[in-house]
């Protein structure tokens, strides 16, 4: 990430005891967080005031406004704010304009002291932050409360966490404050013919989850998109929870084409998407673990990773950019990536083309025997298997409308079989009894292109 240092050096004499100086902060702009390490000379460890000759400086911030934006004695050593998290103390916020530094100066030696400011700016930029979409609690049927599943989602490198109980909002629930981890509201609404994900807001609608009808499920999801919800239709194709009605009679953003652990119901929605594409439609997929617990030595939370490219990791940045399908979902947050290259733009955007355009498909950290195949609006343009390089690049001259996208898949092997047929056995015998299909290792969402 780029960052910026100033190092801001205010001198403090015996005069300006019990008396309150401001240093402003022109905050650059793009910045994305905001870091202040304060510091000061006579500094004496202990910084209660007493009667002894000793410097203690008080560290406060005002906003761009000139309003509080948190205080924390002298003892803090490191403030840091952005719109997704602030310090102890502190508001979050994100960092524009100027800002204002209260020197508290409550006790000052004879001969002064200096206080010091190391100010890191932390700028925006375009990255895949890393998600979970699809996640339960203890405020449903999930094992974990929101600090814990956070903390197993930091510690497994996560960016951002939705939460999604099932028909219980977040809007009493607290949500807590952990550095590097963006957690977004949710809700799964679960009914008896469908589950839909309603991302971004604390409650998404009036009234109760319980619909039995077509009307009456669109009347919520109408709600919902109205108090700014993006609406994902979750795991439609499972063969226990599918989404009953005909897709397109649904008031629906987005499709949730991956959830959990890869089986045959990912195939088939990656088959019925594609023929959508290829129709023209723009339905921005994700992925979701659904997670609830973990299973003996399982370790399911973000299996898969939703991938969003976006250059801030605050809330509405990131729903924003999953709405557009800047999104690619992949394994796990380490495993196969896949992304898109064309004259600067990549996944979800869109590119104008005059003549032709080159499409760049970069697949990093691939396995041994797992295949590439690239789809277009003509359907399966190229495949590729793995024998041995750990990097593949492929590219792809395009001519006016369309879209590329890309998705590796792979084999089980034969105890990789077994396994998942036993576990199947335990779902549903008819199920258990089909092949197991290649199954899906990462896809991307389109980029699209339009003739200009
Ligand atoms: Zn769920």
Known sequence: MKTQTEKIEYAIQKDDER???????????????????????????????TDQAKNVIDFALLDENGDDLGSSGSNMRKIVISSSFASDGYKRRPPHGTWQII???Y?????????????????????????DIHTHTTNSDGKYTVLHLAQKAKKKGLDFLFITDHNNSTEDLAIPLVEGLTIIEGLELTNYDGHINLLGVKKPYNGSYATVTLAELNEKLGQAKRNGAMRVLNHPFCFMNPIDYNIDDVDYDGIEIWNGPAVAKEMIAA????????????????????????????????????RVRCDCNDK?????????????????????????????????DTVKVKGSETVEIIVSNMKKKHK?????????????TNKSQKDYVYSTQVVGDGFVRAQVVYEKNFIGKLLHKAVLRTLSAEEAKKPIPELLYAIT????????
């Open 271 to 306: 088959h019925w998407w594609q023929k959508k594409l290829e129709g023209g439609a723009r339905i921005p997929v994700v992925g979701g673990s659904d997670y609830h617990h973990d299973y003996y030595i399982t370790d399911l939370l973000a299996s898969p990773t939703t």
């Open 107 to 131: 006790q000052v030696k004879d001969s002064g002291a200096t206080a010091f400011y190391d100010v890191t700016y932390i700028f925006k930029e375009f990255r895949y932050l890393k998600g």
């Open 372 to 384: 590439l195949q690239v789809f277009s609006q003509k359907g399966l343009i190229h495949e590729y």
């Open 445 to 452: 969402n389109p980029i699209y292109f339009v003739k200009s």
């Open 103 to 105: 020197v508290g100066c």
């Open 316 to 348: 509405q940045t990131i729903l924003t950019a999953i709405k557009n399908g800047h999104c690619v979902i992949t394994r796990s947050p380490t495993s196969t990536m896949i992304d898109l290259r064309c004259s600067g733009y990549s996944v979800g």
């Open 19 to 49: 008396r309150f100086r401001y240093i402003p902060l022109e905050i650059p702009d793009n910045v994305e967080t905001i870091e202040i390490k304060p510091s000061y000379t006579g500094d004496e460890a202990n910084s209660n005031v």
